[in-house]
């Protein structure tokens, strides 16, 4: 393994984006070459005429430094005129909020997907206005949405789901229709195909990650790349750090639980996508566990309150991928 290594992420989300802030600044340390990070575009609708990308906006606007930390979603100091006279025109979702600066990068979005840009393109594009220090890539340019199956039969977006439900609906299951048909954006095959390490940041396993691997072509060029493959665990101490993966597991038939995760993604070596597999001090006793699935276990701490504890943290993951390079 070189001391400067060619790293790849895998995230989506809150998770995704607090970790990608921190590999960004391990990298950098290193003086290793900007990560290139793979964003679940899962999560995306149109609204009010505008298509919506909250997991790559979510990541944009952290590495930004213009993220609304308190609410997790959004921009700093946004305000909501137009999302107010939407509702006096009953047009959009009322529970659902578009800030006037988001609704700016959306009317961008949209219009330049209109005159023909693919979303890859568009992501590169919005890329350009701050000095981001990643390269960011949508994991599909295929639109692909999540439905979730609730019980009683009804079908609904999962920003529906998540938004205005808070998750409180019992889901039966999570769908991606067309995702069998969906390719892998432009770079992101080659990326993985390239790269020293491959890291799976600690985003929901069920709609943030599970919608990347779900896209055919990504899991073949995991299996295949010479990188090594650590993912970092959502799970501290049987809870979820942030959001509602427990539910989204629970649907899934997956216990909320470092083990029953790393169980989910699989050892490499067994088809799975995982070399290694970094577990919070509190779940350091499910490290024997985990090894016996065939994925290496590696104890660090895993609580991402800040930049330099999310640093830390890739760089447990980048010792971890060094402790099991071939
Ligand atoms: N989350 C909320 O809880 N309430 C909202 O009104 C809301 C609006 C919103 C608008 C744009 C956007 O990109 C994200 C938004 N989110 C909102 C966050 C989003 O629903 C989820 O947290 C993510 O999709 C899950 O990763």
């Given at each position: 393994?070189?001391?400067?290594?060619?790293?790849?992420?895998?995230?989506?989300?809150?998770?995704?984006?607090?970790?990608?802030?921190?590999?960004?600044?391990?990298?950098?340390?290193?003086?290793?070459?900007?990560?290139?990070?793979?964003?679940?575009?899962?999560?995306?609708?149109?609204?009010?005429?505008?298509?919506?990308?909250?997991?790559?906006?979510?990541?944009?606007?952290?590495?930004?430094?213009?993220?609304?930390?308190?609410?997790?979603?959004?921009?700093?100091?946004?305000?909501?005129?137009?999302?107010?006279?939407?509702?006096?025109?009953?047009?959009?979702?009322?529970?659902?909020?578009?800030?006037?600066?988001?609704?700016?990068?959306?009317?961008?979005?949209?219009?330049?997907?209109?005159?023909?840009?693919?979303?890859?393109?568009?992501?590169?594009?919005?890329?350009?206005?701050?000095?981001?220090?990643?390269?960011?890539?949508?994991?599909?340019?295929?639109?692909?949405?999540?439905?979730?199956?609730?019980?009683?039969?009804?079908?609904?977006?999962?920003?529906?789901?998540?938004?205005?439900?808070?998750?409180?609906?019992?889901?039966l299951g999570f769908d991606n229709p067309g995702i069998?048909?969906?390719?892998?954006?432009?770079?992101?095959?080659?990326?993985?195909?390239?790269?020293?390490?491959?890291?799976?940041?600690?985003?929901?396993?069920?709609?943030?990650?599970?919608?990347?691997l779900a896209v055919p072509g990504i899991r073949e060029?995991?299996?295949?790349?010479?990188?090594?493959?650590?993912?970092?665990?959502?799970?501290?101490?049987?809870?979820?750090?942030?959001?509602?993966?427990?539910?989204?597991?629970?649907?899934?038939?997956?216990?909320?639980?470092?083990?029953?995760?790393?169980?989910?993604?699989?050892?490499?070596?067994?088809?799975?996508?995982?070399?290694?597999?970094?577990?919070?001090?509190?779940?350091?006793?499910?490290?024997?566990?985990?090894?016996?699935?065939?994925?290496?276990?590696?104890?660090?701490?895993?609580?991402?309150?800040?930049?330099?504890?999310?640093?830390?943290?890739?760089?447990?993951?980048?010792?971890?991928?060094?402790?099991?390079?071939?």
């Amino acid at each position: 393994m070189t001391s400067s290594p060619r790293v790849v992420v895998l995230a989506g989300g809150v998770g995704g984006s607090k970790f990608t802030l921190g590999v960004r600044e391990a990298l950098a340390r290193l003086g290793a070459p900007e990560a290139t990070v793979v964003v679940n575009t899962g999560d995306d609708l149109w609204l009010s005429g505008v298509r919506l990308q909250p997991d790559v906006d979510s990541i944009l606007y952290a590495l930004a430094g213009v993220n609304d930390t308190e609410r997790g979603w959004g921009r700093a100091g946004d305000t909501e005129r137009v999302n107010h006279e939407l509702q006096q025109w009953d047009a959009g979702w009322p529970w659902f909020t578009l800030g006037d600066l988001d609704l700016g990068t959306h009317l961008a979005r949209t219009g330049w997907l209109r005159e023909g840009l693919t979303p890859t393109q568009v992501v590169e594009r919005l890329s350009h206005r701050w000095p981001l220090g990643v390269r960011m890539l949508p994991m599909t340019d295929t639109e692909v949405d999540t439905h979730v199956r609730v019980s009683g039969g009804e079908v609904m977006h999962f920003q529906e789901w998540w938004t205005r439900h808070r998750a409180q609906l019992a889901p039966l299951g999570f769908d991606n229709p067309g995702i069998r048909s969906a390719r892998p954006a432009p770079g992101v095959v080659e990326a993985i195909a390239d790269a020293d390490v491959v890291l799976l940041a600690p985003s929901n396993p069920v709609v943030s990650i599970g919608p990347i691997l779900a896209v055919p072509g990504i899991r073949e060029a995991l299996a295949a790349t010479a990188a090594r493959v650590v993912g970092v665990s959502p799970i501290i101490g049987g809870s979820v750090v942030r959001g509602m993966a427990d539910v989204c597991l629970t649907a899934i038939g997956v216990a909320t639980s470092a083990a029953a995760v790393a169980g989910l993604y699989g050892a490499r070596r067994d088809g799975g996508v995982l070399d290694a597999w970094l577990i919070a001090q509190e779940d350091a006793h499910l490290a024997p566990d985990v090894d016996a699935q065939g994925v290496r276990a590696v104890v660090a701490p895993l609580w991402m309150r800040d930049v330099a504890a999310s640093a830390a943290m890739a760089d447990a993951a980048l010792a971890a991928a060094e402790a099991t390079a071939r």
